[in-house]
T-cell receptor
């Protein structure tokens, strides 16, 4: 079965600093999803990557999928308090009629200090 | 759109009692997923439906857990009898049949079994 390992498990950074979260898969990734979760709330979709070498950006968050499609990174530039939360990567395993079954990493807890 | 709706948001029950969690997916979405999140095990897929039919229930922990989707706009996850180790946050998510379409998560139900 596919497993995802996220690193680091937790991260504390000063407001304004850049940071990177990694997600490594035990198998080739056919679709990699990044979600953000705030305590007590559901998951908010950030980005999805499918092609090797693909890179997407939304505001100050950039996600990349490496050429071999076994690792993804999430980079936040000039972090803000609003970026605090838990970031989870999810890997598509079986595509049934298009809908993807996801396996998630353990999450990275991000704290932004003022 | 109201998003994925889950009820109740919080549930506290005693061991041995029956618990029913409810989910209303986003209109037009034909795949529905039930997840469980705990500190120890992270976010785990329990079961998912496509066009109201259960496709994969391999994540359901044991026979005490059952899920139904009687129509396209409603699903339930039932635990009978409940045990303290069932305490977790249960999420429902829905999506369309598209390989590029993300899953939308509900706010979750926090279950505490005493």
């Amino acid at each position: 079965s596919q497993e995802l390992e996220q690193s680091p498990q937790s991260l504390i950074v000063q407001e304004g600093k850049n940071l990177t979260i990694n997600c490594t898969s035990s198998k080739t990734l056919y679709g990699l999803y990044w979600y953000k979760q705030k305590y007590g709330e559901g998951l908010i979709f950030l980005m999805m990557l499918q092609k090797g070498g693909e890179e997407k950006s939304h505001e100050k968050i950039t996600a990349k999928l490496d050429e071999k499609k076994q690792q993804s990174s999430l980079h936040i530039t000039a972090s803000q308090p609003s970026h605090a939360g838990i970031y989870l990567c999810g890997a598509a395993t079986i595509a049934f009629q298009g809908a993807q079954k996801l396996v998630f990493g353990q999450g990275t807890r991000l704290t932004i200090n003022p | 759109d109201a998003g994925v709706i889950q009820s109740p948001r919080h549930e506290v029950t005693e061991m041995g009692q029956e618990v029913t969690l409810r989910c209303k997916p986003i209109s037009g979405h034909n795949s529905l997923f039930w997840y469980r999140q705990t500190m120890m095990r992270g976010l785990e897929l329990l079961i998912y439906f496509n066009n109201n039919v259960p496709i994969d229930d391999s994540g359901m922990p044991e026979d005490r857990f059952s899920a139904k989707m009687p129509n396209a706009s409603f699903s339930t996850l039932k635990i009978q009898p409940s045990e303290p180790r069932d305490s977790a946050v249960y999420f429902c998510a829905s999506t369309r049949d598209s390989i590029t379409y993300e899953q939308y998560f509900g706010p979750g139900t926090r279950l505490t079994v005493t």
